[in-house]
């Protein structure tokens, strides 16, 4: 946003540039899906003292009633579906312009990587300060892990935009045939998952559930749509689908996290999540017509516009503002950390607690959200297409092992800084690493 004007005018005079033919709904849907990921996480995080002890929690695993909850909270698919219709968007534009896989490619690592590069810098240091003034190791492994908790979403994100182009191909080539395959193969993985014991199959789905919800999102952007009733039926039938198979089959209730011991939707994922999925395509693409309408409004389509210009800024460090919110609260006494979650006094209090986070992250979102939207500099080129794909995958393997262990965790002692490495090499070798540094 520029310096010296106001938040909401600025955003007001990039509504007003939105040419005609944009479809406003998607950008919608984008920030409500963060937003909604957002306050998911503010909310499901506990923390109190209870006899004198302070404990950290999971609110679907200490109220486990909660859980039904997560059936409206778990909006990545809607994320997922609404970045198949960027990227088909995108990838049309390219192939008017003859635009080159590699040019293509650079523009979407540069908006995806950088601010994800700049969260794991920052926490490295904050986790190296914190083992030079003596805190405990598993201290500072709960910190940074909660912390880069959202950044396995980009992780997986990156990879799907590298073959968003061959998935683009094959849309084009045999349509929705397309969403039944990856549906297929994800289904043969659950499969071997729980019939066969095969789990170290089951991360593989990684791929093929979030490319079969992609693909949706190419379905969308082709215009190959039911009516409002077909979309209406699609919608009850994801649902139904998803009621089948956590009552009759072997998944759990909870759509987010793992609170189920040993059980998880989403670690790996798993085809619940596309039938969740199919039912959010359906009934959201059902509001579509309504909602574009509403859209040519100027301050709904201007609140869109400013979300959407610190999307991942806002994302990404979410939870970091929490997290270094509640460690202030904690050492001024405990204040707020002293009533049980899940009781009414507590659910009362959560308002007044999303507001003051949502306070705190906004300044920090305004002054980081520039990088997001850093391009190449005019005089570079891109680097090749197999420097791009080789350095996106290290740098995905560094995030997701830190994503999953934070610094100081893991089996080995070493990992957290190995994986730190991964990130920076891959960053350097793709290209991306420039964006962040550059002026």
């Not at 490295?124 to 201290?139: N, Q, S, T, Y």
């Not at 909660?146 to 935009?161: E, K, N």
């Not at 209090?349 to 850093?374: D, G, H, K, Y």
Request: hydrophobic share 55%.
């Amino acid at each position: 946003m520029a310096i010296g004007k106001g938040i909401w005018s600025t955003a007001s005079e990039l509504a007003a540039k939105t040419p005609p033919e944009r479809n406003r709904y998607v950008d919608f849907l984008r920030a409500v899906s963060i937003l909604v990921v957002i306050f998911g996480h503010w909310l499901i995080a506990t923390a109190w003292y209870h006899d004198g002890e302070f404990i950290t929690g999971h609110l679907l695993r200490d109220r486990p009633e909660t859980q039904w909850l997560t059936w409206l909270f778990q909006v990545m698919p809607v994320f997922f579906m609404v970045g198949g219709y960027s990227n088909a968007v995108s990838l049309e534009s390219a192939a008017r312009k003859g635009q080159s896989y590699a040019d293509w490619l650079i523009v979407r690592l540069n908006r995806l990587a950088v601010p994800l590069l700049l969260l794991m810098i920052v926490w490295a240091g904050i986790a190296f300060v914190m083992g030079l003034l003596d805190v405990r190791p598993a201290v500072i492994q709960y910190m940074s892990q909660a912390s880069l908790i959202p950044t396995w979403f980009l992780a997986i994100y990156i990879m799907v935009a590298i073959l968003a182009p061959l998935a683009w191909r094959l849309w084009q080539r045999i349509g929705y045939y397309s969403v039944a395959l990856f549906a297929a193969l994800a289904i043969v993985v659950d499969a071997a998952f729980f019939a066969a014991d095969l789990t170290f199959l089951g991360w593989s789905n990684y791929f093929w559930v979030w490319l079969t919800v992609h693909q949706l999102g190419f379905g969308w952007r082709d215009g190959r749509l039911p009516g409002t009733a077909g979309r209406l039926l699609l919608g009850v039938a994801g649902l139904s689908a998803l009621y089948l198979l956590i009552s009759l089959g072997p998944y759990p209730l909870a759509m987010v996290g793992s609170p189920d011991e040993g059980l998880s939707n989403t670690l790996p994922p798993k085809i619940t999540l596309i039938a969740l999925g199919l039912a959010q395509f359906g009934f959201l693409l059902a509001l579509e017509k309504p909602m574009r309408r509403a859209l040519d409004g100027r301050n709904l389509w201007t609140g869109t516009v400013l979300v959407n210009s610190m999307i991942m800024t806002i994302y990404l460090w979410h939870i970091t503002v929490m997290i270094v919110f509640g460690g202030l609260l904690y050492l001024a006494g405990g204040i707020g950390f002293h009533l049980e979650p899940g009781t009414p006094a507590w659910w009362w209090s959560r308002p007044l607690w999303i507001l003051v986070l949502t306070v705190l992250l906004v300044p920090l979102a305004l002054m980081l959200s520039p990088l997001e939207r850093r391009g190449m500099p005019k005089d570079s080129r891109a680097p090749a297409a197999w420097r791009q794909i080789t350095g996106a995958m290290l740098l995905c393997l560094g995030v997701a092992l830190l994503a999953m262990y934070g610094f100081g965790g893991g089996p080995v002692p070493w990992l957290d800084k190995a994986a730190f490495a991964l990130v920076i090499t891959g960053a350097f070798t793709a290209g991306v690493l420039k964006g962040l540094v550059r002026r």
